[in-house]
């Protein structure tokens, strides 16, 4: 393997990982604050994805389809907590896991009602549709820098809404005792609803920004939950540095593994779940 192959194998390890962040930082999110099995986070992907193809296509702009997208997406998420999900915070897990489950059947029937069962492509935007030359034959796509810098972007404001500001502080608080923080005077029915929107929102962004790349098909939630679950279980439940951490070390590993291993390719993650496991049963930085 050359340098320029080298080079844009590890910025496709990144993109991805990156991706696989903003869909893990939302499921780690609503299990680790709101104790929430959430088996439809992918069907929120999946919905991202759809109104990135529906909206670009209304609008002529990605840009504004994903700014509109985020916004009903994060909507729908409020709508989703009040309507089913706080009825289900001190229920079995059990409960949540049947619930969610039947939620993935519900999404895809309405998927296909109102999309079909075709694949989309999803056009990328003019000023990003051009290619950096790294070697005479080798370039490498402008969008998926963009994939990229949007997700470090949401990383960064994550992080600083959780550490930096008040509703982060209420929301940490919320985490590690509910019941004094409710004591306190914080109002936890809504900050589950806020966090409860904030995953489904970064899960949807997640899929609009994707779309373009990987294109709109159905069950296209389903292989990136599985990811998301691997990701949470070696970050460390409820935590989003671990969350961001786990999910680079996945893209490296799937990354290079297709590269130089693709006979294995479909077991590294799973061996290096299995690993990390072995190692720290609680994952890398549980909280």
């Known amino acids: ?12 390890s990144v993109q991805y990982g990156l991706l696989l962040f903003m869909l893990a ?5 609503i299990f680790g604050i709101m104790g929430v099995v959430n088996l439809a986070h992918g069907s929120f992907y999946m919905l991202g994805a759809y109104l990135g193809y529906s909206l670009s296509g209304h609008f002529g702009s990605l840009t504004l389809a994903i700014l509109g ?13 009040w309507l089913l999900f706080r009825h289900f915070y001190h229920r079995d897990h059990l409960d949540q896991v049947l619930l969610t489950f039947g939620l993935i059947y519900i999404f895809e029937e309405l998927r296909s009602i109102l999309w079909g069962d ?9 000023m990003l549709d051009w290619s950096i030359p790294l070697t005479d034959t080798l370039s490498y796509p402008v969008y998926r820098l963009f994939i990229s810098g949007v997700c470090m ?31 306190l005077g914080v109002n936890i029915k809504l900050i589950h609803a806020i966090v409860f929107a904030l995953g489904v929102g970064l899960a949807a962004v997640a899929g609009m920004v994707a779309a373009p790349v990987s294109s709109v098909y159905p069950n296209m939630g389903s292989s990136v939950l599985i990811m998301c679950f691997v990701v949470v279980v ?9 969350a961001l951490i786990s999910a680079l070390l996945v893209g490296l590993v799937d990354t290079f593994g297709k590269v130089l291993l693709p006979s294995m390719a ?11 496991l072995l190692w720290k049963p609680e994952g890398l930085f549980k909280q």
Not at 25 to 29: C, E, I, Q, R, S
Not at 234 to 242: D, N, T, Y
Not at 266 to 276: R, S, T
């Open 69 to 81: 997208g985020a916004g009903l997406a994060v909507l729908f998420g409020l709508a989703l907590e």
């Open 25 to 29: 930082a939302g499921l780690t999110l």
């Open 266 to 276: 479909g077991m590294l993650v799973y061996m290096l779940m299995a690993a990390v």
């Open 153 to 183: 972007a949401l990383a960064l404001g994550l992080y600083l809404l959780i550490s930096k500001t008040r509703l982060g502080m209420k929301i940490r608080a919320g985490a590690f005792n509910r019941d004094m923080a409710e004591s």
């Open 118 to 126: 075709d694949v989309h492509g999803v056009p990328i935007p003019a």
């Open 234 to 242: 070696i970050g460390g439940i409820g935590s989003v540095r671990g």
């Open 1 to 12: 393997m050359d340098f320029a192959t080298f080079l844009i194998q590890l910025l496709n």
